[in-house]
């Protein structure tokens, strides 16, 4: 017997489905799952869209689904690429940027997204 019923907790999430709704509105992330204990969303950044993320109160992993640029943590840039993840420590400084394709970014959160 699961200790989570279904009508409280979604299973499911279409993630393709996020992005064409970013692609259209006005942010350019969504967060699907947002707990106590974890967090996870959508990023998209059109080439050269600002991302204007502030640090978070929570450790957070990075894993690139498709596009390219850099990641900057804590003042030193890492080349982004399909297929990579990245750590991002809480309340550190980090942004995207310097991307000349869509990049579209699964994140998670070790806590709920604040």
Same mark, same amino acid.
């Given at each position: 017997?699961?200790? =989570?019923? *279904? ?7 279409? /993630?393709?489905? $996020? ?8 942010? =350019? !992330?969504?967060?699907?799952? %947002?707990?106590? %204990?974890?967090? @996870?969303?959508?990023?998209?950044? @059109?080439?050269?869209?600002?991302? /204007? ?9 990075? =894993?690139?689904?498709?596009?390219? #640029? +850099?990641?900057?943590? #804590?003042?030193?840039?890492? @080349?982004? *690429?399909? #297929?990579?993840? $990245? !750590?991002? @420590? ?5 942004? &995207? ?10 994140? &998670? +959160?070790? #806590?709920?997204?604040?």
């Amino acid at each position: 017997m699961s200790c =989570y019923s *279904s009508t409280l907790l979604k299973i499911e999430f279409d /993630t393709k489905e $996020y992005v064409k709704n970013l692609e259209k509105g006005r942010s =350019y !992330f969504y967060t699907f799952i %947002n707990q106590e %204990n974890i967090a @996870a969303g959508i990023l998209r950044l @059109a080439p050269g869209e600002e991302d /204007t993320q502030e640090p978070h109160d929570s450790d957070e992993v990075y =894993y690139v689904v498709r596009g390219n #640029g +850099f990641l900057n943590v #804590g003042g030193k840039d890492y @080349a982004v *690429s399909e #297929g990579m993840s $990245y !750590f991002v @420590a809480k309340n550190i400084e980090h942004r &995207f940027h310097g991307n000349t394709k869509e990049l579209v970014v699964v994140y &998670f +959160f070790s #806590g709920p997204d604040s």
